[in-house]
């Protein structure tokens, strides 16, 4: 992910401007927290963790401890400065380790709770994909779970998904391979759209099970979300996926 050592600026920006109650952000996080439940007292990895803006979010809610994960030097840089900044109560609660999660041994004190905002589209082979799969089932409680918001797999780069980028203001360069690019205002990233049953099998053999799929949704009490992301709802570009550790 060179991408976002290149361009962290733009990225940072971006993302700063979506963090606390913003409705960008509810959007993107309502139907992960909803699937993630109440994390109080839990231990939490947050995989690709960029800025840690998930990792910080549920320390405010309540988790024991997060350990933000990601490849970029430089935006674990930025995710120390905003660390750094917080409370001595929940600064000490977050540890950041530069990692990449396709291809690493790393073995950290098993946790109840893995997730992350955006993770297994960086998997550029399936192979990668085994490599993310096996990190979680060995960095994983065996009554742990694991929340990830993904790029969804069913989604048709025939139908016409303009308006459900422009209401994001996220773009997808597709191509007829799994590869494609991802392009926000002033960041792009090389990205990978991986079939369900690609991502199913290869997750399996690495050790996790009972997937689920599910749609993004927002509030019911903003209905003001719900006509605002109208076209991004109905084609939506991101699902959250859920597993648990395969046992035996």
């Known amino acids: 992910m060179a991408d976002y050592?290149?361009?962290t600026e733009s990225y940072v920006r971006l993302k700063?401007?979506?963090?606390g109650n913003s409705d960008q952000w509810i959007f993107e996080t309502h139907t992960l927290f909803q699937a993630i439940g109440d994390p109080s007292g839990l231990t939490v990895i947050d995989l690709c963790c960029g800025i840690c803006r998930l990792g910080r979010r549920l320390l405010e809610m309540g988790a024991k401890s997060v350990t933000g994960l990601d490849i970029s030097r430089e935006m674990l840089r930025r995710a120390e400065e905003r660390r750094s900044a917080l409370p001595a109560g929940q600064r000490d609660r977050i540890r950041l380790i530069e990692a990449d999660l396709t291809n690493s041994d790393l073995a950290l004190p098993p946790v109840?709770?893995?997730?992350?905002?955006?993770?297994?589209?960086?998997?550029e082979t399936p192979e990668a994909i085994g490599g993310m799969g096996r990190f979680i089932a060995r960095n994983m409680k065996p009554d742990g779970i694991c929340a990830l918001v993904t790029m969804n797999p069913d989604l048709d780069p025939r139908d016409n998904l303009s308006a459900a980028q422009a209401e994001l203001g996220i773009y997808f360069d597709f191509t007829d391979g799994p590869e494609s690019r991802m392009r926000m205002e002033g960041?792009?990233?090389?990205v990978w759209r991986w079939p369900r049953h690609v991502l199913e099998r290869e997750l399996g053999k690495a050790g996790l099970c009972d997937f689920t799929w599910t749609a993004r949704d927002v509030p019911d009490d903003r209905p003001d979300l719900k006509r605002r992301f109208a076209e991004a709802l109905r084609h939506p570009h991101n699902v959250v996926l859920t597993a648990r550790r395969a046992v035996g």
């Open 187 to 190: 960041f792009s990233c090389r």
């Open 16 to 19: 700063d401007s979506g963090q």
């Open 112 to 123: 109840d709770l893995i997730t992350g905002l955006y993770v297994l589209h960086y998997a």
């Open 5 to 7: 050592d290149i361009n």
